[in-house]
C-alpha cells in the first residue's frame, strides 16, 4: 500500500527500501491522519551512512560556530514562520489543546535561537590553554563534535522533544539520524522540511519515522553511531543501554518519573490548586515531570482537596481545537487503556476516587478521559509508586517536613520535584533535600532552555538544555605539546 509521506536521507525525500508503513491517528476521533512510510534497518542503515559522510568528509563540522548558527537561526524562523499550521499539526497527532501546541512550538523556536547562540560562543570558547605542573609542557583543551548522534524521542511533545536534541547536536557540528514516534511522526518530518530549506547541507540531518522495535531498534544498535541520544520510557532506555553497551556508545538517556509535590498548610490554597492542576492536567499528564504524587500537609488536606475537586470538574473537556479546552484526548489507545488499568488498580488498592476515573459524558470517539483525583493513597500501592502518564493525581497527607521530604524521596525516580509554602526558608532546605534533577518552589513545571533538565536515580542519565545541553554533543580533548629545548633523557641519557 503506498504510503503519504517519504523518509528524509541525504538531503533527499525517499521511499522506504521495504516500502512498509504505519497509521498514525487523530486521537480526538481515531480517523486516520496518514499512511507513514516506515524505515526499516536497511533504511537506518543508509541515513547512518550520509550522516558518517557528512560528518567525515562534510562542511558541517569544519564550519565555524557562527556558520552554523545562522542555519540554526534560519531553522528558527521558518519554523515561526508556520507556527499556527505547525500547532494545529501537533493538535491533530497528539490531541493536546492549540494555546499548549503553540506554546510548544514557540518554545521549539527559541530553542534552536538558543543553541544558536552557544554555538556562536564556540567560536572563542572552542579551545582554552591550561597551564600544567610541569612547565616544560603546555596544553590546550578543546571541544570537539562527538560525531554521528541517533536520536529517538516520545509522543508527548513531538517537535519540542526532537529540538532538545536536534538544536545542540547541530550546533555542536554532529550530524545526526533523528527517529520520532509512530504515535507523532508529523512534526519532525516538517521539521526536516524546515532545515532542509534554512540550507543545512545534506545528511547533516536524517529523519526516519518507524516502529521503535524496527527503525529504532536498528539505530539504537548501529556501529556507525556515535552518540545516542533517547528520551522515552525506563524498560525502552533500559534496552537502549544494553543496546549500547555493545560497542560502547556515548549515551543520555531521559527516562520517566513520579515527581512528588509537597504543599505546607501555610500555602496560600488558590494557588496550590492551579499549581497542581498544570502540574498533572497539562497535556493531558502526558509529561515525564507530572507532579503526580501530591503530599499535602493534613491541616490543609480537606480544604484542599475540597477546593481542587471543584475546580477539577470545571475544565473544559474536548477537542484540542475548541475555544477554552484544557484538557485534549490522550495520544492512543494504548495509553488510554493503560491509564484506565491504573485507575482500576488505584481502587482496588484502597485510594479514595475523589473525581474522575472515567470517559466524559458525551464523548463516544476519542481517547477523552476526566481528570482524575485519588486521595488517601496507600504509599504501598501501584498508582502511588508508578507513573500513570495521564491526567491521575494521588495525593495522600502529611504531618511534618521529616515525614513529607522522606516519603517525596521514597522513589526509584528523580526527575522532578515541587515545594509550596509562604516560609521560604523551609522552601528552599526542603529543595535541596530533594532527590531530583529539577525542583521547583511554589510553582510546578514551567520549563526554561537556559537550565539542565533530566533526572537522578531510574530517571534517565545526563542533561539537556542550557550548556549541559551543548556538552552531550561534544567530547572534550587535550592537546599536550613538550616545549623544551632539552632532551627528554630517559632513554637517551
Ligand atoms: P517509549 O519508550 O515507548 O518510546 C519512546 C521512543 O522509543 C519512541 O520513538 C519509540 O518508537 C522508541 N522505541 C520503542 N522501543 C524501542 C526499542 N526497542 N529500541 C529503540 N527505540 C525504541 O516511550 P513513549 O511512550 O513514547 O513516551 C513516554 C515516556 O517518555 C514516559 O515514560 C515519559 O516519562 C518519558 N518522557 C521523558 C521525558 C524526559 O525529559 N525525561 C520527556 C518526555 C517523555
Redesign the pocket.
Known amino acids: 500500500m503506498n504510503a503519504d509521506t517519504q523518509l528524509y536521507i541525504n538531503g533527499h525525500w525517499v521511499d522506504p527500501i521495504k516500502g512498509g508503513t504505519f497509521d498514525t491517528l487523530d486521537p480526538s476521533n481515531e480517523t486516520l491522519i496518514a499512511r507513514v512510510a516506515a524505515a526499516s534497518a536497511a533504511d537506518v542503515d543508509l541515513a547512518v551512512q550520509a550522516a558518517r559522510e557528512a560528518f567525515d568528509e562534510g562542511p558541517w563540522p569544519q564550519m565555524s560556530g557562527s556558520a552554523r548558527a545562522a542555519v540554526l537561526r534560519r531553522m528558527a524562523q521558518g519554523i515561526r514562520d508556520r507556527q499556527q499550521e505547525l500547532a494545529e499539526l501537533e493538535v491533530r497527532d497528539n490531541g493536546k489543546p492549540l494555546p499548549e501546541a503553540l506554546w510548544d512550538i514557540g518554545d521549539t523556536a527559541g530553542c534552536f535561537d538558543f543553541y544558536a547562540d552557544l554555538a556562536e560562543g564556540l567560536d572563542s570558547d572552542q579551545e582554552h590553554a591550561v597551564a600544567l605542573a610541569d612547565e616544560r609542557f603546555s596544553a590546550v583543551v578543546r571541544k570537539e563534535p562527538v560525531g554521528v548522534a541517533g536520536a529517538?524521542?516520545?509522543?508527548?511533545?513531538p517537535m519540542l522533544?526532537a529540538a532538545w536534541k536536534v538544536a545542540p547536536a547541530l550546533a555542536a557540528g554532529c550530524c545526526m539520524v533523528l527517529?520520532?514516534?509512530?504515535?507523532t511522526p508529523m512534526s519532525a518530518l516538517e521539521l526536516a522540511r524546515i532545515a532542509d530549506a534554512a540550507g543545512l547541507p545534506a545528511g547533516v540531518l536524517n529523519v526516519l519515522p518507524?516502529?521503535?522495535?524496527d527503525?529504532?531498534?536498528a539505530?539504537?544498535e548501529h556501529p556507525g553511531i556515535d552518540k545516542l541520544a533517547?528520551?522515552?520510557?525506563?524498560?525502552?532506555?533500559s534496552?537502549?543501554m544494553q543496546?549500547a553497551a555493545r560497542d560502547i556508545k556515548n549515551i543520555s538517556l531521559?527516562?520517566?518519573?513520579k515527581s512528588p509535590f509537597i504543599i505546607f498548610a501555610d500555602s496560600d490554597i488558590e494557588a496550590a490548586v492551579e499549581w497542581i492542576m498544570f502540574g498533572i492536567f497539562w497535556n493531558q499528564g502526558?509529561?515525564?515531570?507530572a507532579t503526580s504524587r501530591v503530599l499535602v500537609q493534613r491541616e490543609l488536606y480537606a480544604p484542599l482537596l475540597e477546593r481542587l475537586e471543584e475546580e477539577a470538574a470545571k475544565v473544559r473537556i474536548g477537542h484540542g481545537m475548541d475555544e477554552g479546552v484544557l484538557l485534549g484526548p490522550l495520544v492512543s489507545k494504548g495509553?488510554y487503556d493503560k491509564v484506565l488499568t491504573a485507575i482500576t488498580a488505584g481502587q482496588e488498592e484502597g485510594a479514595r476516587l475523589v473525581y474522575g476515573g472515567a470517559r466524559p459524558a458525551g464523548f463516544d470517539k476519542g481517547f477523552y478521559l476526566q481528570p482524575t483525583i485519588f486521595a488517601d493513597v496507600p504509599q504501598d500501592s501501584w498508582i502511588w509508586r508508578e507513573?500513570i502518564?495521564g491526567p491521575v493525581v494521588c495525593i495522600r497527607a502529611f504531618d511534618d517536613e521529616l515525614e513529607a521530604v522522606r516519603s517525596a524521596n521514597n522513589s526509584r525516580f528523580g526527575?522532578a520535584a515541587a515545594v509550596m509554602s509562604k516560609d521560604l526558608t523551609r522552601a528552599e532546605r526542603v529543595a535541596r533535600k530533594l532527590r531530583a534533577g529539577i525542583v521547583w518552589i511554589n510553582c510546578s513545571q514551567p520549563t526554561f532552555t537556559e537550565v539542565p533538565?533530566?533526572?537522578y536515580k531510574q530517571?534517565?542519565i545526563g542533561r539537556?538544555l542550557g550548556e549541559w545541553g551543548l556538552n552531550n554533543y561534544l567530547e572534550v580533548k587535550q592537546i599536550t605539546r613538550y616545549d623544551s629545548d632539552q632532551a627528554w633523557g630517559w632513554y637517551l641519557k
Not at 179 to 183: A, D, G, R, Y
Not at 210 to 213: D, I, M, N, R
Not at 254 to 257: A, M, N
Request: glycine share 20%.
Open positions: 529517538i524521542i516520545p509522543w508527548n511533545f522533544m527517529k520520532p514516534s509512530e504515535l518507524g516502529l521503535g522495535q527503525a529504532g531498534a539505530l539504537a533517547f528520551t522515552g520510557s525506563v524498560p525502552t532506555g534496552r537502549i543496546a531521559e527516562l520517566g518519573g502526558q509529561v515525564c515531570s495509553q507513573e502518564f526527575l533538565w533530566g533526572g530517571s534517565g539537556e
